[in-house]
């Protein structure tokens, strides 16, 4: 498809209309952001890694019965997605205390969690993403009773589904952090990206970081990193020729 | 009753043993503090200021069938209570937004709630009192599901009370933290203290502030706002002759 006007770009992807109304391209970039835009960077080949993890993950999803927002890919670096009103509340599930979670009540990073640990963060970048409860999405508007029923199933299977598949690529997900949309019609897609910049992935047996927090955390061996993923998810999951 | 030892010294009260196993001293210090202890002071009478409004509002609940710690006075500021187990949530409900919600959402000061709405925050200084959601609480034990329902629905009764009450003396009650405690036999009851430290009260009509802001935000007329919300109270509720 052609491309047509950036219609917002972000912390590191940007969104391009086409010459259909209802699909975008969604644009990978290499920067990369911690600590809500404090620390910023470079990932070389983040963009392309991360378009082919996604689209690979998305695609892989679709055959599971979730409905996404991807529709293919426009070129290495770009997918096509229909164009969809992204829900302003990040879905963050966990299978082990890490990062903000540890941090904020004092768990030890590393505690397993007897069962998936579902959170609301409001997607609000000068807020710095706070947690929402449901009292406050209800209270503010944010979300209906109904869509965050719906986003707590819908996220606890693509939850459910992705904590299998990285297990059986020899990594823990130890959380990740999901986004949905509207799109025109109505229908609740999931959205945004799966990569490790919204993952946290330990290497199972040595709790070796395979995402962002190598970056987040200057651990070194990022790019190589980010390719070891994405050549693992490449391996198990083959992309379907594009038309 | 004679005081024994100090069980445990908190930044604005301590609780002291008597000579009856389920019975302490609640002890009302004129400290205060303010964000999380960085803010210190003292304000001239609060803990003979609130020791007076929190039994006697104690002492009014308990005539409108809510379970309280309160059992009398011992000084004018020390007052004779239940020996609990306090459960680590507190229990805040707000009417209006203002303070720490309306610096995490970004929503205006002042904004009147549709309906009240009822928060969790884990009761730990060194993490800075955090907000919690149900999940939290049940993934980490913090309190079972029934304890929280518990919580809720009797929060919501002192909360629908107190608001009544303070619209009786011609003020707001804008939010307030409640706090639970079991007895040695399992009964949950208020505990802690109901005051202008833990509550925002601003005067109808005009929003003057009357209670720990006034302090927290240097807004002077610290102590003399303290003693007229006592003396408010005192005239709406006159307390029992003790024993």
Redesign the interface.
Same mark, same amino acid.
């Given at each position: 498809m052609s491309a047509g006007q950036v219609l917002n770009e972000g912390k590191s992807k940007k969104m391009i209309t086409t010459d259909d109304p209802e699909v975008l391209i969604q644009y990978f970039k290499d920067d990369a952001t911690a600590f809500n835009g404090v620390k910023k960077g470079i990932i070389g080949s983040k963009g392309k890694v991360n378009c082919a993890i996604s689209a690979r993950i998305f695609q892989w999803l679709e055959t599971e019965g979730v409905k996404t927002h991807y529709r293919g890919l426009q070129s290495e670096i770009e997918m096509l997605v229909d164009r969809v009103e992204i829900i302003p509340l990040e879905v963050v599930f966990r299978n082990v205390a890490a990062g903000s979670l540890a941090k @904020? #009540?004092?768990?030890e990073e590393g505690t397993e969690?007897?069962?998936p640990?579902?959170? #609301?963060f409001?997607k609000?970048d000068?807020?710095g993403d706070?947690?929402?409860? @449901?009292?406050?999405v209800l209270? #503010?508007g944010w979300a209906d009773d109904e869509t965050m029923d719906h986003l707590i199933a819908e996220g606890r299977k693509v939850h459910d589904l992705l904590t299998e598949f990285w297990k059986g690529l020899g990594i823990k997900l130890v959380d990740h952090k999901l986004e949905f949309g509207r799109r025109a019609d109505g229908t609740i897609v999931l959205a945004d990206e799966i990569t490790p910049d919204g993952c946290r992935l330990w290497e199972i047996g040595t709790d070796r970081k395979m995402d962002k927090d190598r970056f987040r955390r200057s651990l070194g061996k990022v790019e190589e990193t980010y390719a070891e993923v994405a050549d693992l998810v490449a391996k198990a999951l083959p992309l379907d020729a594009q038309v």
């Open positions: @904020r #009540f004092g768990i969690l007897d069962s640990l579902q959170e #609301f409001l609000d000068d807020l706070p947690l929402l409860t @449901r009292n406050h209270a #503010f």
